[in-house]
Every structure is written in C-alpha cells, then in structure tokens.
C-alpha cells in the first residue's frame, strides 16, 4: 500500500537542468531518511544525496555543488535539483525513503524510478 512515485526526468542538453520528485503515499505512518540513487546501463547503482528527517544533507562527491537535495514533510515528498548537467549523468534515478507504514513495519522503500539523458 505505501508508494514512492517519481517524476519530472527527460531528456537535456548538456549544462541544462531537471528538477525530480519523488512522492510517498498509502499507508505511511512516518518517514525518516530519504535519499536519490542513480543507476547508468552495466553500472552498480550509486547513491547520489541523503537528507534526514531534520533536514541534514550529505552529497557524492560527483553531484556535490552541482545537485541539491530538499524535502516537504507535510508533503511526503523529496526533491533532486540538478543543475550544470553533464552527458555522464545520464541514468535512470530513484528515490529511497525510510519509511513506517500504518503496520508499525519500518522498511526502506525504492520509487520506480525515472529516466534522466543528458544529450552533449
């Protein structure tokens, strides 16, 4: 019942800009940390940006300065501002939140994720 749906990835020109959600739904009680991963074709998937519940953000070095990491808790929701974009950013991103459902069942849970081509 609990969800994370993900939007606003495409297609962008190189030092172009996107700006991705990612929104919880269902049965959520609570939600803690919540962070962006990234996954390009043969590659392991790499996480990107973390930011607890109070606010607290860390950074990969390789997104640091470039992307920033917000979220609305009345809102459920999280966000990935991604300027200066580079062709190697290229990738399918999702969302991951720590989530409490109505269960009482603490679990990490993965958006579906959304496709981001950065054209050079």
């Known amino acids: 019942q609990v969800q994370l749906v993900e939007s606003g990835g495409g297609l962008v020109q190189a030092g172009g800009s996107l700006r991705l959600s990612c929104a919880g739904s269902?049965?959520?009680?609570?939600?803690?940390?919540m962070g962006w991963y990234r996954q390009a074709p043969g590659k392991q998937r790499e996480l990107l940006a973390t930011?607890?519940?109070?606010?607290?953000?860390n950074y990969a070095d390789s997104v640091k300065g470039r992307f920033t990491i917000s979220r609305d808790n009345a809102k459920n929701t999280v966000y990935l501002q991604m300027n200066s974009l580079k062709p190697e950013d290229t990738a399918v991103y999702y969302c991951?939140?720590?989530?409490?459902?109505?269960?009482?069942?603490?679990?990490?849970?993965w958006g579906q994720g959304t496709q981001v081509t950065v054209s050079s």
């Open positions: 930011i607890t519940s109070g606010g607290s953000t």
């Open positions: 269902g049965s959520i009680l609570n939600i803690n940390a």
């Open positions: 991951n939140a720590d989530i409490v459902s109505v269960f009482k069942v603490r679990a990490l849970y």
